[in-house]
């Protein structure tokens, strides 16, 4: 029996495409510390800048007024910055969540000033136990929430229109309940007051805490970047992640110790973090974040996709009040008084001003939590270079809402860029 000669088996083109052998060898890099730079600088070229604006920002601020007073960045006066960046900052948090979804909350500075409000006339007139009276400003504050989002989702109402609504009624509320004395002095003794002017984290704990936001951040992307590997994406080296792991650590021990030398880091100001991180995990780690996004994006993508998108509409508008009466309730605690000024002036404007620039999209569908952090941290900074340098507050009025104009028209000029490489 002859046997037909064999012929070579022809190698597919996929097997040997420059393509996939560069693709291939991309995947590798990423895995480097270079790759991760070129990565980030890709992204950047693309459109998708992140917190790198306003961290460029921030660094100027800093240094200009650190140049025409050297009191600036003191130890003392960058604790009394973190105390006064904790009460708007908690409300910018808030502000986070409804512009996610792509919606506004303009009655976030009488919500919290109507809680403050509360918290002084339960308290102090009625005899309620604090505790008692803190829980039932906070639930007032979130079924104020709930009235706005029952309004959108069931009549339409534009959250504008509703909210504008809102900021009036809230105030008259916020008068009707003060009366005549318009202001009720919170009982300076109590822990209350004490916890918004007084009390610092103890020089270990502060160290230690430093150090614990390092080992939560190494081992978050760990994890991630084992899940991508697993699936066969590109992911960081174990090497890149420890390094960037060890510079924050590093840096958050630097600022620990510094602020140590002065009264040391505000408790105040460690509920505002501790609050940033739960909801940087809440709209990054769990589906209702991935929602969030998804409706902000696009409203009908999300319905179709079987996103109930009435509960998140929901579900922002209450986030948004709670917080806006959390953010109340700790000015009440720093001013140690309930009055008719709380929540009015520049508190709502600076809250959403915190949220949009600290990088938070008008557009809805991008944003972050430490876009409340560091966007306070922009006009807190603002506020008290001006002071030192005794100007006047239309100044810091004039340049906040530069920076917001520049906030404003950097995003759409990401957002643009981002557009265009996605049709590319």
């Known amino acids: 029996m002859i046997k037909a000669p064999q012929t070579p088996v022809a ?3 996929m097997a040997t495409s420059p393509l996939i052998d560069r693709r291939d060898e991309r995947v590798r890099h990423d895995d480097s510390f270079a790759g991760s730079l070129r990565s980030f600088f890709d992204r950047v070229r693309s459109g998708d800048l992140g917190s790198l604006p306003v961290i460029v920002g921030l660094l100027i601020i800093w240094t200009v007024f650190q140049t025409l007073n050297p009191v600036f960045l003191s130890a003392s006066n ?4 973190l105390f006064d960046c904790s009460t708007v900052g908690v409300i910018a948090l808030g502000i986070v969540c409804v512009l996610m979804v ?24 009625q005899g309620w136990p604090v505790v008692a009276a803190i829980l039932a400003a906070m639930a007032i504050g979130a079924f104020i929430g709930s009235i706005y989002a029952f309004l959108f989702n069931r009549f339409g109402m534009p959250s504008f229109v509703s909210t504008l609504s809102g900021l009036l009624a809230v105030l008259g509320l916020q008068l009707y309940f003060l009366g005549s004395t318009g202001s009720i002095n919170l009982p300076y003794g109590s822990w209350v007051v004490s916890f918004g002017q007084i009390q610092v984290m103890p020089d270990p704990v502060s160290y230690v805490l430093a150090a614990l936001v390092g080992i939560i951040y190494f081992v978050s992307r760990y994890r991630t970047a084992s899940r991508r590997k697993a699936a066969g994406l590109s992911s960081g080296s174990l090497g890149s992640i420890l390094l960037r792991a060890v510079i924050l650590t590093v840096v958050l021990e630097a600022v620990a110790i510094y602020l140590n030398t002065s ?8 509920l505002f973090a501790l609050l940033v991180i739960g909801m940087n995990y809440a709209l990054t780690r769990t589906q209702w974040g991935r929602s969030m996004q998804a409706v902000g994006g696009n409203r009908e993508a999300a319905r179709r996709s079987g996103i109930n998108v009435a509960r998140i509409y929901m579900s922002a508008f209450v986030a948004c009040s709670l917080l806006a009466a959390t953010g109340g309730l700790l000015s009440a605690a720093r001013l140690a008084t309930s009055s008719q000024q709380a929540g009015t002036g520049d508190v709502n404007l600076n809250a959403i001003a915190a949220a949009v620039i600290g990088g938070t999209s008008l557009f809805g569908g991008r944003g972050s939590a430490y876009s409340a952090l560091l966007g306070i941290i922009v006009i807190q900074s603002i506020a008290s270079g001006l002071t030192l340098l005794d100007l006047s507050s239309s100044l810091r009025y004039m340049i906040t809402g530069a920076v917001l104009a520049i906030a404003v028209i950097v995003d ?3 957002r643009r860029s981002r557009i265009s490489h996605g049709r590319a």
Not at 263 to 269: D, S
């Open 11 to 13: 190698q597919t083109p």
């Open 102 to 125: 792509g919606e506004i909350d303009l009655s976030v500075g009488s919500v919290s000033g109507f809680a403050s409000a509360l918290l002084g006339v339960f308290w102090v007139n």
């Open 263 to 270: 009264r040391g880091i505000p408790w105040m100001f460690g």
């Open 78 to 81: 960058l604790v009394n910055m």
């Open 412 to 414: 759409s000029l990401a």
